[in-house]
């Protein structure tokens, strides 16, 4: 057998290194003439290959009397091939030039000198394609971005700098976006309203924004949708749902139009959690924009979506361990009833725009969003708490040898919500020289219909002060220790509201041009009025940079002013559903300090951003936060502040293609008012608390490689870890939750093989038509960690309250194909 082995690898080196070849050499060079490096010089079977030096040379020695063809490929560049016949052992001298292509793979933007002296950054649209996560592709790329955080893969809801998902701003051509409010689970989440391959331009900043930007305390998202002026399409499929999307230009352009049409069902994600039974998640979506010039001056465009979420659950069986290596727990819960809700969202906006001239533009838009959503669940969990065996010798290790609780919660809910908002605005802009003018005018009638009701009923009364770390509970006497099931927790609420909002805003840039060394500054006044509590709110913002005539290229940055959140929907209800229309606005005053800087590593373009921040908020709206669920207390208040750091770097960490890393630092804290507490029988003021989204530190990372021999095959990475946020028992005092959850920690990788594309031959037949097509093996959670969204509490026969955590995905497998044409 060894014989036969040796033989077999003997007449296999013969086979292929035993013919006769002559010397390939020569120079690779771009079309403007820079000699390029590593540029992969390989045969179309992949047997013979060869990257190029530095210097742009090459050598590879390849068969005599073989005709072979030879391909030149590297990132942003067509591929070329050349055929040869080697007749002779001297060699052959073969010298490239390499065209740039327009829609290259990366494309590495490191600086924008439109938006540099803002605190807005400029994403790459192309990036999104190489994302790797289950969510919404877009959103992906911003919970990577420093200051950002987000603890749940499931959900496109992400916290900024200290504050919760409803503090920010989404603006898809310059019309603000909503997502459904009932949603108190990632799972229960379907597509997000912007539809990535539909997009042209993202801006986003994590703070200190323009007053052009809406009424909100921590981010925004800029997105514009592209015009299209030549026929595309493409697709894409995968375990998790697919897309289909086509663009067209007609009548030498004046008609032009953006099809969008998403299905996404993450069942085969849900598959892999803890809880197991029947999950049916169903979400779809369609978009579509159409544009129609009138004339050289008016144009009028519309953007119509449709989105049809929804989520039923049918529980059977959960089983956790819990507690510490050496006292380990475990839960089993056997589950009966269903849950089934749905999320209905109608969305269309008319602008009709007007440029008389280069310098003007007036646009008028006219939007209306209408959201039916329902709630409708009645679960049954019957739970026993076990001690697990921890004694390896023991036969029984790793099984429940002794039952320390039985209980059992059952959860109801009927929530319906319809949310119609009807908005007319008018914005303008006037580009003059070494200044820039920015106006717009805001009318907005908001109707709410909101019925809510929702309890549940557990077998013990309330919860109390934690047991120590090592069990995560505590122990309270039972007031009703005769009563089976008390009702622990309900919310009601049924109310019509009806409101008005009126916002204007003015602001105008000084020193605007491009390539130009000095000051930029920015001033602006937001002003907002709400008829329900008849609240006037005055914002002046500034900003400036500073762009100094150094060697070094750098900008330094300064922003600051006042930001105000008038409360909408979730803002107005307390703990128990009830409804407060007074209530006033939150608000803030934020400073940010930054730094630009460009500079070169290895002849490759990088940037590192660095900004401080301080927010002193002078009125809060307190909240508890769960999964994604936020319920505010909507009769209190508090004052408070955030602070911290936030760095990132991006670059061609890689020749030719953009990654990047962030990091962030921060301390948010509230205090509310009137909070009080009973410490030996004296009545102390509790003080500053750490709040609900309180991260010290966050860490994110994007990076993309490939091959140098063969640039068709990719590798994609997504990575995040965040510390722990508060939590604490449901229903007790804010003092009480301050416990801190485990870190989230999270790693996504994805591979990918160009089937065709930039580096690959042009196809025949039925694939002629395609100009790019992929297919990738993507490994979702590749650590397989455990991170958790939440707790439930159950009782032992002591009555003592533990909290078992809720955890998200594990490893799980996912396909895809992407084609483009």
């Not at 009545?683 to 640039?711: A, C, H, K, M, W």
């Amino acid at each position: 057998m060894r014989i036969t082995i040796t033989l077999f690898f003997f007449f296999l080196f013969v086979a292929v290194y035993g013919q006769e070849k002559a010397l390939v050499y020569g120079t690779v060079k771009s079309d403007d003439g820079k000699l390029l490096g590593l540029v992969n010089v390989a045969t179309k079977s992949g047997k013979y290959g060869t990257v190029t030096k530095d210097d742009g040379t090459y050598s590879l020695r390849l068969p005599l009397h073989t005709k072979v063809s030879l391909g030149f490929s590297f990132v942003g560049y067509e591929t070329y091939w050349k055929t040869l016949l080697l007749d002779s052992s001297k060699g052959q001298k073969v010298d490239i030039v390499l065209k740039r292509v327009s829609e290259e793979l990366g494309t590495v933007r490191i600086e924008d000198k439109y938006v540099r002296n803002t605190n807005l950054v400029r994403l790459d649209p192309k990036v999104v394609d190489r994302v790797v996560n289950p969510s919404d592709r877009v959103i992906a790329i911003i919970k990577t971005q420093p200051g950002v955080i987000a603890n749940n893969e499931l959900s496109s809801q992400y916290s900024v700098r200290g504050g919760n998902f409803d503090e920010n701003l989404i603006y898809v051509n310059d019309v603000e976006i909503y997502r459904p409010f009932l949603i108190h689970s990632g799972q229960q989440e379907g597509l997000s309203f912007v539809n990535s391959d539909m997009v042209s331009s993202i801006l986003f900043s994590s703070g200190g924004f323009e007053a052009k930007y809406g009424d909100k305390m921590s981010s925004v998202l800029d997105i514009k949708y592209r015009t299209p002026s030549v026929f595309h399409a493409s697709f894409s499929g995968s375990l998790l749902g697919s897309s289909l999307f086509v663009e067209d230009a007609l009548n030498k352009g004046r008609f032009s139009y953006l099809l969008g049409l998403r299905y996404k069902s993450n069942q085969y994600l849900l598959n892999s959690l803890e809880t197991k039974g029947d999950y049916r998640p169903h979400f779809v979506d369609g978009q579509g924009m159409f544009n129609f010039r009138i004339s050289k001056k008016l144009t009028f465009s519309f953007l119509g979506d449709y989105s049809n979420n929804n989520y039923r659950f049918v529980p059977q069986t959960r089983e956790t361990d819990f507690g510490t290596a050496m006292d380990v727990k475990r839960v089993t819960i056997y589950f009966e009833g269903q849950e089934a809700d749905r999320y209905l969202i109608y969305f269309g906006s008319g602008s009709l725009t007007y440029k008389p001239n280069n310098r003007t533009n007036i646009k008028l838009i006219a939007t209306a969003f209408n959201s039916q959503e329902s709630e409708n669940y009645d679960i049954l969990g019957e739970y026993w708490i076990g001690k697990v065996s921890t004694d390896f010798g023991s036969e029984n290790f790793d099984k429940v040898i002794r039952t320390e609780g039985v209980g059992a919660y059952l959860n109801h809910a009927r929530n319906k919500l319809n949310i119609d908002v009807k908005r007319l605005r008018l914005i303008g802009r006037w580009n003059r020289e070494n200044s820039f003018l920015q106006w717009g005018l805001r009318f907005q009638n908001e109707a709410i219909n909101d019925r809510m009701n929702e309890w549940i009923m557990i077998d013990s009364a309330g919860y109390s002060l934690p047991h120590p770390p090592d069990s995560v509970g505590y122990t309270q006497p039972s007031l009703q220790a005769d009563t089976p099931l008390q009702m622990s927790e309900r919310i009601h609420s049924n109310y019509i509201l009806n409101t008005q909002r009126f916002t204007a805003f003015l602001q105008n840039t000084w020193g605007a041009e491009e390539n130009i060394y000095g000051f930029s500054f920015t001033a602006g006044m937001r002003v907002h009025y709400w008829t329900a509590n008849r609240q006037w709110l005055w914002s002046p913002r500034v900003s400036a940079a500073y762009h100094p005539d150094w060697e070094r290229d750098m900008v330094f940055r300064l922003s600051g002013g006042f930001y105000y959140q008038p409360p909408f929907y979730r803002e107005l209800k307390n703990i128990q559903g009830d409804i407060n229309p007074q209530l006033k606005a939150q608000s803030s005053i934020q400073f940010v300090l930054g730094n630009d800087y460009n500079f070169k590593i290895w002849d490759r373009n990088f940037k590192l951003v660095s900004e401080l921040y301080y927010k002193y908020f002078n009125r809060l709206i307190p909240y508890t936060l769960d999964n994604v669920r936020i319920r505010y207390y909507g009769d209190e208040t508090a004052v408070g502040y955030a602070e911290g750091i936030d760095f990132k770097i991006n670059g061609e960490f890689v020749k030719g293609i953009e990654s990047w890393a962030s990091l962030s630092l921060l301390r948010s804290r509230e205090d509310i008012a009137g909070d009080y507490r009973e410490v030996d029988g004296v009545r102390q003021e509790v003080g500053y608390l750490p709040r609900p989204t309180d991260r010290l530190v966050s860490f994110s990372i994007f990076f993309q490689d490939y091959l140098p021999v063969n640039p068709t095959y990719s590798v994609s990475l997504m990575g995040s870890f965040a510390s722990g946020t508060p939590f604490g028992p449901p229903l007790s005092p804010k003092y009480m939750q301050t416990y801190r959850m485990l870190p989230y920690e999270r790693v996504d990788i994805g591979f990918s093989k160009e089937i065709i594309g930039a580096h690959t031959r042009k196809s025949s037949g039925f694939l002629k038509h395609f100009t790019e097509l992929n297919i990738s093996a993507e490994v979702l959670n590749l650590l397989n960690n455990y991170n958790t969204s939440g707790y439930i509490w159950v009782t032992d026969v002591n009555n003592v309250q533990y909290a078992v955590p809720n955890y998200l995905t594990l490893r799980q497998l996912n396909l895809r194909i992407t084609g483009k044409f």
